[in-house]
């Protein structure tokens, strides 16, 4: 196992960077974090819709239901096959992997920020409105900075989620952990169980680390929250 990892270690790390494109868990993590910042505009959109009324609602509604309904691997499909045609022009697999994931990832965060605006208690949206704020500076002044708060451990957490999805993006040629792993297999051709075991290894610790730092930043939160609490009475 040493000798394995002594031989392969790298390419599991970065895939056959600095000779080819960043791959291994490098481009997992790359690819993961690239994902949830090019979905958080969007998600922000759709989950303060999530929060109003009429048409708006109704639409973030089908969005977020519609793709966390659809597993990611029919995503990249169409992502595959659909956006060439729509652009006219042959795209790396890495990108549109992204786009995949931008679009999936959307509809989690949303949900995610969606119930973090309602985490706000009421009484203080109350009183913003009191004091003369409307329904836009309400947001952005008492709601929004509160639910970002709020909402740290769900999107780390969120983030684990993501980098254990990306493992399916293999499938259309992404360089990633699972491609990396894929192509160690395809030369040592008689260590396939070793091979997915140390891939299985590598991503149970990264996820382990991921959800202890979620963990303790949300009790760091509440600590916090309780701080303030008691303060003010």
């Known amino acids: 196992m040493i000798e394995f990892l002594h031989t392969y270690g790298l390419m599991f790390l970065v895939g056959s ?3 080819g494109p960043i791959g291994g868990f490098a ?5 993961a974090a690239l994902g949830l910042a090019g979905a958080f505009p969007f998600a922000m959109l759709i989950g303060i819709a999530r929060t109003g009324t009429g048409v708006t609602r109704m ?4 969005w977020v239901y519609t793709f966390r309904s659809i597993p990611l691997i029919m995503i ?3 992502a595959y096959f659909l956006l ?3 652009l006219g022009t042959e795209l790396p697999p890495f990108w549109i992997a992204l786009a995949a994931i931008v679009v999936y990832e959307s509809a989690f965060l949303a949900e995610i920020i969606r119930a973090g605006i309602q985490s706000v208690p009421q009484g203080q949206v109350e009183a913003a409105r009191a004091v003369g704020l409307n329904t836009v500076q309400t947001l952005a002044s008492v709601q929004l900075p509160q639910a970002l708060s709020n909402m740290i451990p769900s999107l780390l957490n969120q983030f684990v989620s993501t980098i254990k999805a ?3 993006v293999y499938i259309i040629g992404v360089q990633e952990a699972a491609f990396a792993a894929q192509q160690i297999n395809s030369i040592e051709l008689t260590g396939a169980l070793r ?3 140390i891939l299985a290894l590598f991503y149970f610790f990264l ?6 730092l979620a963990k303790a930043l949300e009790n760091h939160l509440k600590d916090k929250q309780m701080g303030i609490i008691a303060q003010a009475s």
């Open 17 to 19: 960077w600095p000779n």
């Open 27 to 31: 481009g997992t993590i790359l690819l």
């Open 59 to 62: 639409a973030s509604t089908i």
């Open 76 to 78: 990249v499909f169409w």
């Open 84 to 86: 060439p045609v729509l």
């Open 166 to 168: 990306t493992s399916i």
């Open 195 to 197: 091979t997915y075991l």
């Open 207 to 212: 996820c382990l680390v991921l959800s202890r």
